[in-house]
Nanobody
C-alpha cells in the first residue's frame, strides 16, 4: 500500500511559521490531487487545504485562507503546506493524503472530504504555544 511521509512539524510559538512536507514514493502521485487534513482531539479530522494534480487549483478551509499555502512539486513527488501566523488553535496532527479525481466535477469536494482519500501519511505533530 502506498504510504505518504510527512515531515516538518514541531513546537513553535504563536505567530511563527512552519513548512510541512509530504513525500510520495513514486510518480503516480503526480496524477493525484493532494490534501492536508488535521486531527485535533475532540474535534475529529478537519480539511485544511487541497491542490489539484497539476497544481492549477487550490482550496482552503476558512481557518487556513490567508495564512496557509499549499503547493506541490511533481518533479520531486512532493507537496507542501506553508503555515504562517500560527495560532494555538492550530495545534494538531497534520496528515497529507492523495486521491485520483477522474472528473472535473469531483473538484473540490473530492479533496475536502477525508473519506474520499485513497492513501495517507501517518502525520506530523504541530504544537503552537501561546
Amino acid at each position: 500500500q502506498v504510504q505518504l511521509v510527512e515531515s516538518g512539524g514541531g513546537l513553535v510559538q504563536a505567530g511563527d511559521s512552519l513548512r510541512l512536507s509530504c513525500a510520495a514514493p513514486d510518480s503516480t502521485f503526480t496524477s493525484e490531487a493532494v490534501a492536508w487534513f488535521r486531527r485535533v482531539p475532540g474535534r475529529g479530522r478537519e480539511f485544511v487545504a487541497g491542490i489539484s494534480s497539476n497544481g492549477a487549483k487550490t482550496r482552503y478551509s476558512d481557518f487556513a485562507e490567508g495564512r496557509f499555502t499549499i503547493s506541490r512539486d511533481n518533479d520531486k513527488n512532493t507537496a507542501a503546506l506553508q503555515m504562517n501566523n500560527l495560532k494555538p488553535e492550530d495545534t494538531a496532527v497534520y496528515s497529507c493524503a492523495a486521491v485520483l479525481l477522474t472528473a472535473e466535477s469531483d473538484w473540490p469536494s473530492g479533496v475536502e472530504n477525508y473519506y474520499n482519500m485513497h492513501y495517507w501519511g501517518k502525520g506530523t505533530l504541530v504544537n503552537v504555544s501561546s
